[in-house]
């Protein structure tokens, strides 16, 4: 894989405000957390840096708030050689931020407020014209207005450019414009609001995702955290396992797996090893503590990637 693909993220950018606990409050209560940790985040940001990370050449399509969060965005995107020319602050409006609870087992609740990721509109897609167009995929997610990711998918569709929509967080979703996307990439609970259907075992991962197809979506990988992931379209339904990890902190885990995934496909990878490869990338993200700072880099990953080669 000697191909330096092009990425292009259109969607969130916010600042993740982590606090490790034991347990959770209950109404009126006041309790001790372990540890607090302020980090960048939101989807989109997440999925770019994770592409980057691995090898990408990577763009942001972004809208920042005019708070001292939004420059502090934009320069940790320079610093990561992410390019910022269509990364807009927006007057008058906060930035995003997620305050994330992580308990003691590792899982994570998140609360995010959209702030200027609303203002994320089609006019800034069509500004970002010709970056997209040179771009490999186009990688959405559903922080940002949900007329702007339908516009950008369409937009995708009619200029032949590869889409890859993460339907996160979990919301019905008109299917005749997802169809628009080559993949469709949910987690179990975004595939249940997807679908209506539950999504608790493998056997209900792959009705779910029959039901999916069967809706129109052209290709479908769900991703299903420490029981790796389906991948499903016209030829069929396989399943991809995971690699075991002692996880840490799950969050990003899933942003990790969408950004690796884009740079492993767009590399020329054939589409069950990107898939296997993302599943690992997603694993080592869970063995540190947050969202940006925990995904590994492409030298780290190759190691690993070798290492459980050789183990099989």
């Known amino acids: 894989m000697t191909h330096s693909p092009h990425i292009a993220v259109v969607g969130s950018a916010n600042v993740d405000l982590t606090t490790l606990t034991d347990g959770l409050p209950q109404p009126g209560q006041t309790i001790f957390a372990r540890e607090f940790h302020l980090g960048f985040g939101g989807k989109g940001a997440n999925q770019a840096v994770a592409a980057r990370r691995c090898g990408a050449v990577v763009s942001m399509i972004a809208r920042v708030g005019d708070d001292l969060f939004g420059p502090a965005t934009v320069a940790n995107f320079a610093s990561q050689d992410i390019d910022t020319s269509h990364v807009l602050i ?51 997610q559903l922080e940002v207005p949900l007329e702007t990711v339908y516009y950008t998918l369409r937009f995708a569709r009619e200029n032949g450019v590869r889409a890859i929509l993460n339907p996160a967080p979990a919301q019905t979703l008109d299917m005749r414009e997802l169809a628009n996307a080559e993949y469709v990439i949910p987690n179990e609970s975004e595939a249940e609001a997807l679908s209506g259907m539950p999504v608790r075992n493998l056997e209900e991962a792959q009705a779910c995702a029959q039901r999916l197809l069967d809706c129109g979506l052209p290709r479908i990988i769900l991703t ?70 925990s995904f590994v880099t492409r030298e780290r990953f190759d190691m690993e990637w070798n290492a459980r080669q050789a183990m099989a």
């Not at 305050?99 to 609360?111: K, M, T």
Request: proline share 3%; net charge negative.
């Open 224 to 293: 299903l955290g420490a029981n790796g992931a389906l991948c499903a379209g016209k030829d069929g339904i396989r399943h991809i396992p995971a690699f075991p990890v002692r996880a840490v902190d799950t969050t990003g885990a899933g942003d990790a797996f969408i950004g690796s995934l884009a740079y492993f496909l767009a590399s020329g990878c054939e589409e069950i090893e990107a898939i296997s490869r993302a599943n690992l990338y997603a694993a080592l993200s869970t063995l540190a503590v947050g969202t940006q700072q």
């Open 90 to 140: 927006a007057p008058g409006v906060s930035s995003g931020v997620a305050p994330i609870f992580v308990d003691a087992s590792g899982q994570n609740r998140i609360l995010v407020v959209k702030g200027a990721n609303d203002r994320l509109s089609s006019t800034d897609v069509d500004a970002a014209t010709d970056l997209l167009l040179r771009a490999d995929f186009i990688v959405l």
